[in-house]
């Protein structure tokens, strides 16, 4: 059974620093893990992802604030996110793309950057 299960949404303050975890559970043959959001009104967009390889693609928006990780072992991928504002809240998605081409998501988790 494919499971992904993400965590450590929350509000925040500006300026703050949050965690967000995905661990997949019943895929194989995993080709890239990231992460995509959605804000209030808009389209879902690309935050990170991170390949077997460990090459990683970043956002414009997010880059030298947000850091994408995996532990392969675990089937976990991680974004540690610092110095949020407030345009960074949204919904945040897991996705993880088999070899095959085949797509999984999260349930997605929201973030709200407010003081």
């Known amino acids: 059974q494919v499971q992904l299960v993400e965590s450590g949404g929350g509000l925040v303050q500006p300026g703050g620093s949050l965690r967000l975890s995905c661990a997949a559970s019943?895929?194989?043959?995993?080709?890239?893990m990231g992460w995509y959001r959605q804000p209030p009104g808009e389209q879902r967009e690309l935050v990170a992802i991170?390949?077997?390889?460990?090459?990683?693609n970043v956002a414009d928006s997010v880059k030298g604030r947000f850091t994408i990780s995996k532990d392969n072992a675990k089937n976990t991928v991680y974004l540690q996110m610092s110095s949020l504002k407030p345009e960074d809240t949204a919904v945040y998605y897991c996705?993880?793309?088999?070899?095959?081409?085949?797509?999984?998501w999260g349930q997605g988790t929201q973030v709200t950057v407010s003081s």
């Open positions: 996705n993880v793309v088999r070899r095959n081409g085949q797509n999984y």
């Open positions: 991170i390949t077997s390889g460990v090459r990683t």
């Open positions: 019943g895929i194989f043959d995993i080709n890239a």
